[in-house]
């Protein structure tokens, strides 16, 4: 016997046919003798209509600026996932399974607050333990907690993949899976390379590359939690049929784990090729040299919530000048030469260039560690391809190479292939 979590996305719950597949899968484990919790989201659309309900209020009102109070957006887009915890608890009775709802309040999940992203802070897992051992399933909405304020409370788009690392977490879960549209992780993205496999398995450090460079199966949050508290994740397919042989499988179920390294045997070189399109390039050029020049830069940006990522800064070659480039998404770079100009003194530059239309694709694996020359390989496949590169940053286990946007599904077809990632 075993402890599982198992969570349904937003398309595994869109109308009531699916919710019964849904049903069918939780029943299958069940059956099995395993002591069950399922974490649900929304039907798939519902967040988005609820979120531009709460956005056209205000305007429906002839307000003329579009505030609304963050409590409020909490206590109504936090909805879509109730409506799920309960239909999926009525499917389950259905077919004569003991089942139960419940709303992050009722656990409780609590959460800090910060309405609209909070983060869990404390999950009490002692009620639902008790009716596991007793052999009710708990349906919990995802998503949502209650904040010290004692408010409903939402922990931003994509979250009740946090929902469910954090209550396996709290119940010590043995497996957390996540059900979803794709049956795994991939070496790439399928659509531009066909070639691409699904990964048997993963570690959380690669995973968390890649979910934060775009390849959008996780909410990076639930990755980051998994890692901490050594969550052994499977990425899986809730459209497979639910008895199809090996769906039941107790240590090896179709689909990608994310787990501890150690537990990965043939580790290889490169995993995996992210990449993110709409990235642009911000240049100072001539930026004094002296103490205190990144903080000046920087901290500005960071209180404009503006996202930098890759950071390259220039040896200066007289010790008194240098030039420092950085990224940050496509539609945040008027902000961001706004928020410089208006430091210019403070920083002390002499111009500042941009550029936009550009894409970053990234080579990841944790056995780079371990070998040389992976980088080299990059750069020699992409120049074959007469592909300029732009700016280049590198961690422990990731290559990140900045392009123009234009070449970006060519420069992953070609890194995938260098690394030896195509399917045969
Ligand atoms: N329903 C929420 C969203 O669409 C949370 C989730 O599905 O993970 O963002
Ligand atoms: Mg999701």
Redesign the pocket.
């Known amino acids: 016997m075993a402890r599982i979590v198992m969570k349904f996305?937003?398309t595994s719950v869109a109308n009531l046919e699916r919710i019964h597949n849904v049903a069918r899968h939780v029943k299958r484990e069940v059956e099995a003798g395993h002591e069950v919790a399922v974490v649900v989201?929304a039907m798939s659309g519902k967040t988005n209509e609820l979120v531009s309900w709460v956005q056209d209020t205000p305007k429906a009102n002839g307000a003329n600026s579009p505030f609304y109070d963050a409590r409020e957006y909490d206590t109504v887009v936090a909805s879509g996932e109730q409506v799920t915890s309960g239909l999926v608890a009525i499917a389950l009775q259905s077919m004569g399974i003991n089942a139960r709802s419940w709303q992050g309040w009722q656990i409780p999940i609590r959460t800090d607050n910060s309405h609209g992203a909070a983060r869990i802070m404390e999950i009490d897992g002692t009620e639902i333990i008790k009716r596991m051992g007793e052999g009710q399933v708990a349906v919990i909405a995802g998503f949502q907690g209650i904040g010290p304020d004692n408010r409903i409370a939402t922990l931003g788009r994509?979250g009740?993949?946090t929902s469910a690392v954090a209550i396996a977490a709290s119940v010590k879960a043995d497996r957390c899976d996540i059900y979803?549209d794709v049956d795994g992780v991939y070496t790439t993205d399928p659509r531009i390379v066909p070639q691409a496999r699904r990964m048997k398995k993963v570690s959380f450090e690669e995973m968390l590359e890649m979910a934060s460079l775009g390849s959008k199966v996780l909410?990076v949050r639930s990755v980051e939690l998994a890692m901490v508290f050594k969550v052994r994740t499977f990425v899986r397919s809730s459209f497979e049929d639910p008895d199809a042989p090996g769906m039941g499988d107790l240590l090896n179920p179709p689909g990608t784990l994310i787990c501890d390294e150690e537990e990965i045997v043939e580790q290889e070189v490169v995993t995996g090729i992210a990449f993110a399109k709409d990235e642009a390039q911000i240049s100072l050029r001539r930026l004094s040299d002296r103490p205190g020049v990144s903080a000046a830069i920087f901290g500005p940006l960071a209180e404009a919530h503006i996202n930098v990522d890759m950071i390259v800064q220039n040896i200066s070659e007289d010790g008194s000048k240098t030039d420092m480039t950085f990224t940050v998404p496509y539609g945040d770079v008027q902000k961001a030469i706004k928020v410089l100009e208006d430091n210019k003194e403070k920083i002390g530059f002499d111009v500042v260039q941009s550029e936009s239309g550009l894409a970053k694709v990234s080579v990841i694996g944790i056995g780079m560690r371990s070998h040389a020359g992976v980088a080299a390989l990059a750069f020699k496949a992409l120049a074959e391809k007469s592909i300029n590169i732009k700016a280049i940053t590198t961690s422990e286990i990731k290559i990140s190479i900045l392009i123009d946007g234009a070449y970006s599904e060519l420069a992953v077809r070609t890194l995938h292939s260098a690394y030896g990632l195509d399917k045969s």
Request: aromatic share 0%.
């Open positions: 996305g937003g989201s994509g009740s993949d979803t909410q």
